[in-house]
């Protein structure tokens, strides 16, 4: 079984200010992510990419088609889940590495790291030691640990956002450009725990606009642009 099957997905904006017209972005959306393969949505900028992101973390409402998840041994729906469902989706079943870090205030980074992990009934101090093995692999350096990542640089912050998205393991890892912000010793530990984790059998989902991080890890592109409408706005 697939970790994530997406089955013609349509996506639509309504631009409220300009008389309620209905923008199409994305028609008939359709790839599947097998356990243990990385795939990589492709294209333009303004394409579709994060959209689709988007949708399959429940960020966005997809207008139409079908968004499985393999969770707690059978399949979810995204695209009709309850709000509930897709929290728990979200704890159980799948982690997201986003481009910015969106963490509690005044929470150390070591916390931040293991929130995921405890969420899911690890225990505190396991947890914690986790993370701690996290963050030294992603050269944070421990004076670090105890502060707050508000107010650390933006490849700190990028590697703790990272270190969070692999604390705890999941049938589905969603990459949004996590290397955006890293220099090349970084980007080569995220490569190597990429691999690691597919290896294990995680699915990921990514975009990687570093072609050189992308070819690394890659087992399939999805063209996005094959999904892309006619950006022409039609009265709702």
Known sequence: MNVLSVENVDKTFTLHL???????????????VP?????VLGGESGAGKST????????YAADRGRIALAHRG??????????REVIAARRDSMGYVSQFLR?????????VVAEPLVERGVEREVARDRAAE???????????????????SGGEQQRVNIARGFAAERPLLLLDEPTASLDARNRAVVIEMIRERLAAGTGMLAIFHDHDVRDAVADRV????????????VAA
């Open 52 to 59: 689709i992101m988007k949708m399959v973390y429940g960020s």
């Open 18 to 32: 300009q008389g309620g017209l209905v923008l199409p972005v994305l028609r008939g959306v359709t790839f599947a």
């Open 222 to 233: 999805v063209d996005v642009a094959a999904f892309t409408p006619a950006r022409e706005a």
């Open 103 to 111: 963490a509690v205030p005044r929470v150390s980074a070591q916390d």
């Open 134 to 152: 996290l963050l030294a692999r992603l050269s944070i350096p421990e004076r670090l640990w105890a502060l707050p990542p508000a107010t650390f």
């Open 74 to 83: 059978g399949e979810l729906d995204l695209v009709t889940a309850a709000p």
């Open 35 to 39: 356990p243990g393969e990385c795939v």
